[in-house]
């Protein structure tokens, strides 16, 4: 309970996922999902280099990859909506 007052403020973790999830609305929601857990991976392996200066190599490399496809998979619906539009 203690925690709660404290901290007044989503943590940026929560938040990262919450921003995924709002931009993966268009998708279905086990794809959105997934696309958050992806963002959150990614998020995580980054505070890990950054504290730890130090991020396993497969670690590092399945973060890239998964942050990438994420951010890649959410946007995409936007840009085929720009898209549409200007055609």
Known sequence: MRELIFRREASI????RSSALRLAN???NDVA?????DAVYAY????SLVHDGYLEETRLS???ERGHRAVK???RPYFQQEAQAEA
Do not use: F, G, W, Y
């Not at 999902?33 to 857990?37: F, G, P, S, Y």
């Open 26 to 28: 268009a998708l279905p």
């Open 62 to 64: 399945n973060a890239i």
């Open 33 to 37: 999902k997934q696309l958050a857990r």
């Open 73 to 75: 998979e959410m946007l």
């Open 44 to 47: 995580d392996a980054r505070s």
């Open 13 to 16: 973790r929560s938040r990262v």
